[in-house]
């Protein structure tokens, strides 16, 4: 028996051009929500590349399968590409050989042919989990999604508390909102409260009377921000 | 009925997330302008193929306008067209839709609710415009 882990980690291909990728994407789905919800996981593909080294550990922290709908293996070659080797690899194409032709890419018009082909990758993708747990001892249910790296859209951003007129608000993803504003260069100050407030606006329902209140909140968190993450950034 | 008067041949690349419903919406909204809105006049591109550095989706971003369609902050969709050197023509983000419709049930990350396919057609609409006026 090898290391313990807390969860087999399963990546989908995007696949939009092909049937075959809408089918990895609904297989996958069906074993994290239903097959194995206690032993699995997952991770989008692209973020590997647009998230950072929190993403990019999953394939090194989860015994990992990879779900692909063509023989160009995306998931797989992405994964080992940016995170880490990877315990199996599954083919759509190669699970379902012909029958995957009568297949749609959209849920919309999802048919019969759409719903076997996804049972069958599912029941695949489960039972090579279930290999996976008896070979390298994964432990169901004994980590939080917070234990490791996990799919960001997985989770709920991580929020910001600002007093507005006396009352404390959250704002989901307000640390992911300064820090792509900080790297975008822009400088701490009363003059960031229109850009900092329009970014804000986009993920956070604000009335326009309390639009000066949330403005100058926003500037101060902002500086406060800046100062912390400079002084990380020269403690190295 | 499908309108492809104006439209010239363009990218339309959905972030795919698989976490959560805004995932689903934007491959939704996609598959409708491309196979429903514009046809033939739209096309999408595997964002996994994109990520991996395949030389032909690469250049076909890098030589056709982009509109990426993204459901969560990180902008999967956005940042790897661009990295790829593509020129995103507009990046639509699945959330500024939703909060139209504050409040609703929009589905899950696997199948859509009515109010999640109203997301789906006012996103695509949004995408198809950009669409039809880009070059």
């Known amino acids: ?236 | 009925m499908a309108d492809h008067r104006q439209a010239k041949k363009t990218l339309v690349i959905p972030c795919s997330g698989v976490g959560k419903v805004h995932g689903l919406i934007s491959r939704e909204a996609v598959y409708h302008v491309t196979d429903k809105l514009l046809p033939g006049n739209a096309d999408t591109a595997c964002l996994a193929l994109l990520v991996t550095g395949d030389d032909e989706t690469k250049r076909k971003v890098q030589q056709t306008p982009c509109v990426t369609v993204d459901g969560c902050p990180k902008l999967c969709a956005f940042k790897n067209v661009e990295l790829s050197g593509g020129k995103v023509a507009k990046g639509i983000r699945v959330y500024d839709v939703m909060k139209r419709h504050r409040g609703a049930n929009f589905g899950t990350a696997t199948a859509l609710s009515d109010e999640g396919w109203t997301v789906v057609e006012e996103l695509a609409a949004e995408a198809a415009q950009v669409a039809r006026q880009a070059d």
């Open chain 1, 1 to 236: 028996m090898g290391e313990t882990y807390s969860k087999v980690g399963i990546i989908s291909c995007s696949g939009e051009e092909i049937p075959e990728g809408t089918i990895a994407r609904q297989a996958v789905r069906r074993v994290l929500e239903a097959l194995r919800p206690q032993d699995t996981v997952t991770l989008c593909l692209p973020l590997f590349l647009a998230g950072e080294e929190g993403e990019r550990r999953f394939a090194r922290e989860h015994p990992t399968i990879t779900v692909d709908g063509c023989l160009k293996l995306c998931a797989k070659q992405g994964t080992e590409k940016y995170s880490g080797k990877v315990n199996t690899s599954l083919v759509v194409s190669d699970i379902l050989g012909d029958s995957a032709k009568g297949c749609c890419r959209s849920t919309r018009h999802t048919n019969q042919a759409n719903d076997k082909a996804v049972w069958l990758v599912a029941e695949r993708i489960a039972s090579e989990v279930d290999a996976l747990a008896r070979s390298v001892r994964v432990e169901p249910g004994n980590a939080s999604a917070e234990d490791g790296a996990c799919c960001a859209c997985s989770k709920p951003s991580q929020g910001g508390k600002l007093e507005i007129n006396g009352t404390a608000v959250t704002i989901s993803g307000l640390p992911l909102i300064f820090d792509h504003l900080k790297k975008k260069g822009l400088q701490p100050g009363s003059g960031s409260g229109d850009t900092l407030l329009q970014n804000v606006k986009v993920y956070h329902a604000i009335e326009p009377e309390q639009e000066a209140a949330y403005r100058n909140a926003l500037a101060s968190a902002y500086q406060t921000y800046c100062g912390q993450t400079s002084q990380c950034d020269l403690g190295g």
